[in-house]
């Protein structure tokens, strides 16, 4: 993609747009946010009943990389420094906050309201990567302090939500099945 790019020529069906709008739901009307939020969810939960939480981690391997190259490249042709409609950082930090749960409604439900939580409160250092780191890495990483705060969170609240611990790979961290 090259950085000459009108905003013009990189039209809805370009790769940029595509991942950066996540397939269009950065572009709906109010709180592209909360809806790129949401989409990310349905697509953790087929992830995770799929390929189980390494599907999950290898998916959110894939898109914070390409996250990163289409946030930059989408704000670059907008011309702004973080455009309402790219919502792929959304997606990297609501697949990082449910990564090591089981899909289950209500640790997704949790999930998705901690993490719209700490994306829209912006606790530090979020706040600093905000101000200071531009481009898409910038769009990206106050999105993964965000889902960090919101998973360990999460991770904190599991116990009471379920009655019990579990986690996504058992065994794999303290109180999980052996």
């Known amino acids: 993609m090259s950085d000459r790019t009108p905003a013009g020529r990189a039209g809805f069906w370009h790769p940029v747009t595509l991942i950066a709008t996540w397939f269009g739901v950065g572009l709906l009307p109010k709180a592209p946010g909360t809806w790129g939020s949401l989409s990310a969810l349905l697509y953790a939960w087929v992830i995770q009943t799929v390929a189980g939480p390494v599907g999950l981690a290898v998916a959110f391997a894939l898109v914070f990389p390409l996250g990163v190259w289409a946030a930059n490249a989408y ?10 409609a790219v919502v792929v950082d959304e ?12 899909p289950d409604l209500v640790l ?6 901690l993490f719209r939580f700490f994306d829209i409160v912006k606790v530090w250092p979020a706040s600093l990567i905000e101000r200071r780191v531009g481009g898409g890495l910038g769009i ?5 302090v965000a889902a960090v705060y919101a998973g360990a969170a ?5 116990g009471l939500l379920t009655g019990s611990l579990r986690f996504a ?9 052996p």
């Open 75 to 84: 704000a670059r042709l907008k011309g702004e420094r973080d455009p309402g």
């Open 169 to 177: 790979v058992p065994g794999a961290l303290p109180g999980g099945a």
């Open 108 to 113: 997704y439900a949790v999930g998705f309201a």
């Open 140 to 144: 990206m990483l106050d999105d993964i």
């Open 91 to 102: 997606v990297a930090g609501q697949w990082l906050t449910v990564l090591v749960m089981p």
């Open 154 to 158: 999460l991770f904190a609240l599991s």
